[in-house]
């Protein structure tokens, strides 16, 4: 008997994708849509229903037990509903009704985007193994999600671990979300390459500013773009040693852009969290690198959809 | 039959309290020694045991099935030893294995003062019937502890919650733990009235320069003193705040010599809280005074032990 099949959905401010996926995290079928971020809500869910039709058309659909979606936050797991900053036509927008009448009553699971990557990580990539984890994206933005005593802990909206938006500044610059010194306000990619410019870092011939472009002029030496990642890697250190003070992670797991700058980031970073994680319980502490690929968001949302089936929750590592 | 019945141990650097506990959380028999917690690891171990003496003489010693202990950390709940800051004599020593040789092998569960005091607030006092809260101690130090999904999280090693030694200021004041502007360096009331002085309040002529001495000068109008406050109160806002966006808790209950400031610490507080709680899901964050009294550390204590025991899950709303 194969009863271990979940539907998952990824949906983001560019693109929905959907999958049918094993027991094992394997994609059996992989499909997406660009998402028309800036057009009304219906004319948005028409885009996933889309996607949900090539799944519900699949032979393999009858198997499916069950459907798990990520999605730009915030969402609201408690209520069903989801209002992405990226997507302006949703806001309190009834998802998981929406995905559940359209897959003729599948018990679907929402949580949102950082907390599906987490579970993909924990599932299958560089948490594995780790029953206290945070997992990170460092990008356009910076989200997370933690595991705690070996399972997610998506929190009960579904939004726990959104260390982009803590204070490591209280007295710092303000951040689009009201606050000030946010870990995200100084070390998202768009806020290190400003901080760069700022500096009078100046991009080469193509005009590129982005953060890749900073870490490009880094590794040749350049001083400024160098004490940027090293300002983003201490508030990086900062916010990941305040997680792991409140909540005892052992391992930081770091993807997204930014992340894949390598040495560049861990190397400061691993130095800074030396200075911010001081008490003896936080000292084992250590940070990887993410090993998932851009199917993460996919397979963490499978993740939290088998975990409601328990019997899955052991092959998946992970629960509600 | 009454199986029902714990001991429990508090340890700090004032005093040894012990107590059997019922499962509603009556105490029905308290005693305590001063702490020798300048004398070396073995005298001190002799406070405990005459404490245990207490207990173990009593009729009602043999309808005790476990014994929680809670103790001033940092603790190792994964190898039973403890390091509390204020006992010198005591470094990784052996607690548990030496509370458990003098109590004839009773299972004995080991968690930090914090957790403690949260333990006792969520089974009966201010964090009563919320599944997400945070519960924090502001003294002399500022400590904590996390009820996640509706039970106790004591982390890996009992210390989780220690949100005293998160950082809201990474370039701020050096921290005696080694990191820089923790929120124990801005809110604690020694750090409120060094504040207060540096400020150039004045004591009055009894010369009393204590956190309770400067909130009767803030209370008195003393702009200065009334800053102090206000400062402690924005550092406290951000710590509840990271902690509510890392793990979604709806209250926050703070207790302590520096939370019985009342109006002065919670005014500031509820404001500072929507400068820095700002997402979504963290908005009905509600801060309040805690109700438990001086016994709180032992009652927690006992809430920890009983947790141990299935059946007690449910009537003491806690969980390892």
């Not at 915030?74 to 559940?100: C, F, H, K, M, Q």
């Not at 870990?183 to 890749?212: F, K, L």
């Not at 005892?248 to 800074?272: M, N, Q, S, W, Y």
Request: aromatic fraction near 2%; include cysteine; glycine fraction near 16%.
């Amino acid at each position: 008997m194969h009863t271990d099949l979940v539907a998952a959905l990824d949906i983001g401010g560019t693109k929905i994708a959907g999958a049918l996926v094993d027991g094992h995290g394997r994609i059996l079928l992989h499909t997406q849509r660009a998402t028309p971020a800036q057009e009304d809500g219906d004319t948005i869910m028409r885009a996933v229903e889309a996607v949900l039709g090539e799944l519900t058309g699949s032979p393999l659909w009858s198997r499916a037990t069950a459907l798990g979606i990520g999605s730009a936050g915030p969402v609201d797991a408690s209520t069903g509903t989801v209002s992405p900053v990226n997507i302006p036509g949703w806001r309190d927008y009834p998802l998981v009704e929406r995905v559940s009448a359209a897959t003729e009553g599948l018990p679907v699971e929402l949580i949102g985007d950082g907390v599906a990557i987490t579970a993909a990580e924990h599932w299958q990539g560089a948490a594995r193994g780790h029953d206290n984890a945070l997992c990170m994206v460092v990008s356009t933005g910076v989200g997370g999600g933690l595991v705690l005593g070996g399972r997610l802990h998506p929190g009960p909206t579904g939004n726990a671990g959104h260390i982009g938006h803590i204070s490591v500044d209280l007295d710092g610059d303000l951040c689009p979300c009201g606050s000030r010194g946010c870990v995200e306000r100084i070390a998202s990619g768009p806020n290190i390459a400003r901080r760069a410019i700022e500096g009078g870092w100046q991009p080469g011939p193509d005009g590129d500013t982005s953060a890749a472009a900073v870490a490009a002029a880094a590794r040749a030496g350049d001083s400024v773009a160098l004490a940027s990642f090293e300002r983003a890697a201490q508030a990086l250190a900062a916010g990941i040693a305040a997680t792991a003070t409140l909540v005892e992670i052992d391992i930081a797991v770091i993807g997204g852009g930014v992340g894949k700058a390598g040495d560049l980031l861990f190397t400061p970073l691993r130095a800074a969290l030396r200075d911010y994680a001081t008490l003896s319980f936080v000292q084992r502490l250590t940070v990887a690198p993410a090993q998932m690929g851009t199917d993460a968001g996919l397979v963490g949302a499978a993740a939290a959809a088998l975990s409601r089936q328990s019997s899955a929750t052991t092959a998946a590592g992970v629960g509600g």
